[in-house]
């Protein structure tokens, strides 16, 4: 079974900060997905990245795929309240089925 | 499309009975997953099918747990008998590639 880290476990942060959050395994994967869960609902997909280097933009989201497809970072600029929610990554080994690491929740205070 | 359609959305049950959550995925989509998220241990897969066939069922806990997948529209998790340690959000999930996956609004079930 893949293990996959995210960090940090919590982030409180005030509206209009920078912040990063990260996703880090020593398996490689063939992909790897980014969601957010809001309360009370499902994890919503926001990005899937495949190359290794890849560099995606989401509006003010920027997601990275380390160059070894081990790792991948998001990072978020200039936080808004409405990005209050647990981010998840997902990885893919090629296995047909994704490995979910256990979430940043993300407070972004007004 | 109304996107993936978990029902019901909150079932509380007393231990020993029987329980069956159902899932309805978005049309197209040929790979169904069954998450159940808990506090402790995150989002656990439990079983997925492909093309409505089984694929890998290791993640069921025990025998109490069985799916099924009678046609492309519908799925079923059932738990029988329940235990008060099987509350959770039980999430139902569906795609068509690259592990890209559509989640439902998920079941919270409740073992009193």
């Not at chain 1, 880290?5 to 994967?29: A, K, M, R």
Request: glycine letters at 10%.
């Amino acid at each position: 079974t893949q293990l996959l880290e995210q960090s940090p476990q919590f982030l409180s942060i005030q509206e209009g900060e920078n912040l990063t959050v990260y996703c880090n395994s020593s398996s490689v994967f063939s992909s790897l997905q980014w969601y957010r869960q809001e309360p009370g609902e499902g994890p919503v997909l926001l990005v899937t990245v495949v190359t290794g280097g890849e560099v995606k933009k989401l509006k003010r989201l920027t997601f990275q795929f380390g160059d070894a497809r081990k790792d991948s970072s998001l990072h978020i600029t200039a936080a808004q309240p409405g990005d209050t929610g647990l981010y998840l990554c997902a990885g893919d080994t090629n296995a047909g089925k994704s490995t979910f690491g256990d979430g940043t929740t993300l407070t972004v205070k007004p | 499309d109304a996107g993936v359609i978990q029902s019901p959305r909150h079932e509380v049950t007393e231990m020993g009975q029987e329980v069956t959550l159902r899932c309805k995925p978005i049309s197209g989509h040929n790979s169904l997953f069954w998450y159940r998220q808990t506090m402790m241990r995150g989002l656990e897969l439990l079983i997925y099918f492909n093309n409505n066939v089984p694929i890998d069922d290791s993640g069921m806990p025990e025998d109490r747990f069985s799916a099924k997948m009678p046609n492309a529209s519908f799925s079923t998790l059932k738990i029988q008998p329940s235990e008060p340690r099987d509350s959770a959000v039980y999430f139902c999930a569906g795609g068509t590639g690259l592990n890209s996956y559509t989640f439902g609004s998920g079941t919270r079930l409740t073992v009193v």
